[in-house]
Structure formats: C-alpha cells, structure tokens
C-alpha cells in the first residue's frame, strides 16, 4: 500500500503473559480500542514501526505528486488542468498531516526528509512507473487512489491517535481524487476510437502495479502479525486487494474497457472475483529501486528541495530580522 | 543547511460560530508564514473563516500520568449530571 513491507523488529508475538506489566496495560488499552496518544508509554517496537509506516505514507504522497506533475502543463484543458492541480495539492497536505503525525514520535521534520532523500527511507511501488498519456491521469485517481482509500479507511480506526486522526482528514479529501480520475476515464470512454485506446491501455499498464500496491501475502507474515497486534494494520494485504478488484472490475465493465487479466472471473459461490498470478519478481525489483522511474523520483525530489534553500533560508532571515526590530522597539520605548 | 523552522500548532474556527479547534500543525519560520501555510494546508475547502497558530513549545499540557489524580475530583461528583435527580413523571418542564 502507501505503506509497504514495514518492519516490525518483532520475531514472534508475545502474550499478555510474557509482557512486562507496562507493555501488558499498553497491549490492553489496545485491544480495547482506546486510541495511544503521544505522550503515552508505548514500547519501543510500535513506536519505530510507526515511524518507519507513517514516514512511507508520508513520502508516497509527496513522492506521488511526480507522476501527476509531469501532465499539469499538458492537461486537455483548463478546467482538467485546475482539477489535477487541486489534487496534487492535496496530496502535498495529506503529505503534511503525516508528517505532523509522525513527528509526535520523537522524530525530526528534517530528519525524516532526509531519509526519504538518501534513499534510506521507502515510498510506494507504484509511483516509480511512467505517466505515459493524459488517460494515466485518469488511471491513476481511479486505481491507485481507489486502493489508497480502500487501505487508508480501515487506518482511520487504528491504534495512534495522531495516525487516525491523519487519516479521517485524508479519507475526506481522498473520494474528490479517485472520483476525477474516474471522471477522466469515462470522458475517454465516451470519446473517439482512439481516446478510448488510450485509456485501456493506461489501464493496461495500471491493472498490475495497482494490485501490486497491496503487497505480497501476508498470512504467513511476523511483521503483519505484529502490526495487527498493535491494531495499525487492520486488513491483510490479501483481503484488500480482493476488495480492490471486487469493486474495480464492475467499474471497468461500465467503462467498455478489458481488464488485463486472462484469469479473471467471477466465482457465484464466494461472490468474489478470482485473479491471475501477480509477478512479485517485477514488486520486488521495484522495491529495491530498479523500476522503471525510481532514480528519476528520488532525483527530482532532492532538486525540488535544494532548489528551495534559499527560500526557506530567506524565510528565517525575515523571521531573525523582525524579531530582533521588535526586541529593538522594546528596547527603546 | 539552516536551522529547522518551529512546529506551530493550527486551530480554525468553522463558519457556524463554534470555537476555535485544533485541527493539526505545521512548520514555518514565524507566525505570519504560519498562518499563509495553515490556509493552504487546513482551508483547502471552506473549513474555516479564522485561523490562530500557537507554537507547540508554548503550549503547557497536562501530563497523561496525572490522568486519573486530575480528572478524579470530578468523576465523584456524579450529582453534577441533572440525571442524578429523578424527577415524579407527572412534573413537567424539568
């Protein structure tokens, strides 16, 4: 998801009954359903795990402006261009919001920059692919902000205050984003031969990753397990992207257009759509930073940063000048 | 590298004439940046019509410890609650 493969550090779960009394308490305001706060004891392990999940949600949406920038100057038309605009905008604020949450933990604004800048720090899979025409535009909000909200609603109910809290503001806004990109495809759809060829093949190129976005199965995982323990990991991986596809494929059939899959098909008994093998060789590859965008991303990032120093350094210079005036005025009256 | 901008805290008031809230925080190198990002980051859709931003280092908060010697006065004082007193069902406007 925006958040993958996060690490846990824990190797097995641990019962109430080989908790120390503090841990053992923590653990039960949890299973309760009483939201930890800042402030509040928490182990080690969920604070870090916390940090390394919501720094990753948080440089999926920074990072996840890129793909959506490249079309701002070459959207169809105005009112196309002002939408995709306000989105990317939007995703910088949800960027903010968890980065506000994460720095609750202990953690420094700049610090968790820098981690996302030396590469150190992870973002998703899916925005180290190409926006090869204005239909990825449509595919995008559709499909990737589709499953981004089928994962980020559960979170609204997570264990971290701040984390939830994130969340609800973020689920509010998310709906406008897959809503326009839907929008996108269906104009497409509607329109000459040639549009409607380009917005299958965005979903051809989009299908895949976006399942992808969900991560391997995690039945089997520690790490998962963990995190549910902790109630910061609600779903399995496997359980939303089932969601994903039930709700997606209807959607594409409306559109006219073919989902990519040759083994899709709707099984009557579960009421679920059945899928073809994901290539986890091609997620993996991604993750390790060999997709086909990832130097790009992280390049583009790190100059859209040092670009802006002498702004943001101007910024405090103003802000050092005025406050010395103002102790000055203080001085002489 | 310059030094790091201070966290503010950001609180709205909603056009229905509640107080304000607090909606999140955000860094900026003084009030008056504070204010300009707490628009965009908090008012993208008419949330509000007053921001005010508070640094977090101002800010005194009770500690989560003292939770229950902090709260207990009042958590004994249950005749606070007007459903303390019942009241003969046949007395109305009560």
Redesign the interface.
């Known amino acids: 998801m925006y958040a993958q493969l996060v690490e846990t550090g824990s190797q097995h779960i641990r019962s109430l009954d080989e908790m120390a009394p503090e841990e053992r308490a923590f653990q039960q305001r949890v299973d309760e359903g009483i939201k930890i706060?800042a402030?509040?004891w928490m182990p080690e392990g969920y604070r870090k795990t916390l940090i390394r999940q919501i720094s990753q949600h948080a440089h999926s949406e920074i990072v996840g402006q890129l793909p959506e920038g490249n079309w701002v100057t070459r959207a169809p038309s105005l009112k196309r261009k002002s939408i995709l605009l306000?989105k990317i905008?939007?995703e910088a604020?949800h960027g903010?919001?968890l980065y506000?949450a994460v720095?609750t933990l202990g953690v420094?604004?700049?610090e968790v920059l820098a981690d996302l800048h030396s590469g150190k720090a992870k973002y998703s899979s899916i925005f180290n692919y190409p926006t090869l025409s204005w239909a990825d535009m449509g595919a995008i909000g559709w499909l990737v902000d589709g499953s981004a909200i089928i994962n980020q609603i559960p979170l609204c109910r997570c264990s971290y205050g701040p984390y939830a809290?994130?969340m609800v503001?973020v689920c509010k806004?998310e709906s406008f984003h897959a809503r326009q990109g839907y929008d996108i495809m269906l104009a497409l759809c509607n329109g000459t031969p040639e549009q409607k060829q380009m917005a299958q093949d965005a979903l051809n190129r989009w299908w895949w990753p976006a399942l992808m976005m969900f991560g391997p199965s995690d039945a089997e995982s520690v790490n998962s397990a963990q995190s549910a323990a902790w109630r910061i990991k609600l779903f399995s991986n496997d359980e939303l992207r089932q969601k994903m596809v039930d709700q997606s494929v209807p959607q594409a059939e409306f559109l006219g257009l073919t989902v990519p899959d040759p083994d899709l098909k709707f099984n009557q008994e579960t009421q679920h759509y059945e899928f073809g093998e994901i290539d986890w060789t091609e997620f993996i590859n991604v993750i390790k930073g060999n997709g086909p965008c990832n130097r790009d991303r992280l390049r583009t990032r790190v100059k859209a940063y040092n670009d802006g120093?002498w702004f943001?350094?101007a910024?405090?210079a103003?802000?050092d000048k005025?406050?010395r005036r103002k102790a000055q005025a203080q001085l002489a009256a | 590298m310059s030094k790091e901008w201070p966290l503010w805290e950001v609180f709205i008031r909603s056009q229905h004439g509640l107080a304000h809230k607090h909606v999140g925080s955000l860094h900026a190198p003084d009030a008056e940046m504070a204010v300009n990002n707490a628009r965009d980051v908090y008012t993208r859709r008419n949330e509000g019509i007053s921001i005010w931003v508070v640094k977090a280092a101002d800010i005194t908060a009770s500690s989560p410890d003292d939770k229950s010697a902090l709260f207990e006065p009042s958590n004994s004082k249950v005749y606070r609650h007007p459903t303390f007193f019942p009241m003969p069902e046949e007395v109305k406007n009560l």
């Open positions: 706060e402030k509040d306000a905008q939007d604020g903010l919001y506000s720095e420094s604004r700049d809290r994130a503001r806004e120093e943001r350094d910024l405090v103003h802000a005025q406050e």
